[in-house]
């Protein structure tokens, strides 16, 4: 497995725009310094404590994204220094990001995620929940957090017409949303949508970061 080699293929493959999330979670340390050292700065982990042990023993210039379910209690682990949390799935979960990153002293960017897939077992706003969260202005009260956009995961299928569709209209209701709640905001600007399988056709569809990982670092170990 050339990792370097395999990263190369998938950058080469992005228009400019859309970052490169590189999944590293279940691989162990020496194979993210393979991709680091070959200019990956973005890496893509799912457990809290996974990414602790991780962020402690590689560079501190690695940008770390949480892509995973975060469970509330875990959030603690991640505040001090996560760069971009992409799975935040309840308005009670964005509260704790909150609290958890006010202890901190910082302010963490954060996308909420929405279920556009078809299968029960993903996490996520309906896109009408996400609608009336934001037109709760709940959110707006939380001092260290800043939304920065969407996240979706479409079905797990090989029929792309639903893929496509599925990645379609999370980017309308990325364009919705933007327009009716953050016009003068341009930190919200990211629509996080496809993985090794389908990130060609999350990119037709506007997406802003690709969470790759089986394409770059093989099969996951679990």
Not at 104 to 125: M, N, P, S, W, Y
């Amino acid at each position: 497995m050339d990792i370097a080699s395999n990263l190369k293929q998938v950058l080469a493959e992005l228009p400019e725009g859309v970052r490169l999330v590189a999944v590293s979670k279940f691989h162990p340390a020496e194979a993210i310094l393979e991709a680091y050292r070959a200019g990956q700065r973005i890496f893509g982990e799912s457990k809290a404590q996974e990414l602790q042990t991780k962020h402690e023993a590689l560079p501190g210039d690695i940008e770390w994204h949480f892509i995973g379910h975060l469970q509330t209690n875990k959030v603690k682990y991640i505040a001090p220094y996560v760069a971009l949390i992409h799975s935040i799935d309840s308005p009670h979960l964005l509260a704790e990001v909150d609290r958890q990153a006010a202890k901190a002293g910082r302010t963490v960017d954060c996308l909420l995620q929405v279920h556009i897939a078809r299968e029960e077992t993903k996490f996520g706003f309906s896109p009408d929940e996400c609608r009336q969260y934001l037109a709760s202005g709940e959110w707006q009260a939380l001092q260290h957090v800043r939304l920065c956009g969407l996240m979706g995961m479409a079905t797990n299928t090989d029929d792309m017409q639903q893929v496509r569709r599925e990645f379609d209209g999370l980017a309308a209701l990325f364009r919705e949303v933007k327009a009716a709640w953050f016009p003068q905001a341009p930190w919200f600007k990211e629509l996080s949508m496809g993985m090794s399988h389908d990130y060609h056709e999350a990119i037709a569809a506007g997406s802003t970061l690709v969470r790759v990982g089986s394409h770059i670092f093989g099969e996951r170990n679990y």
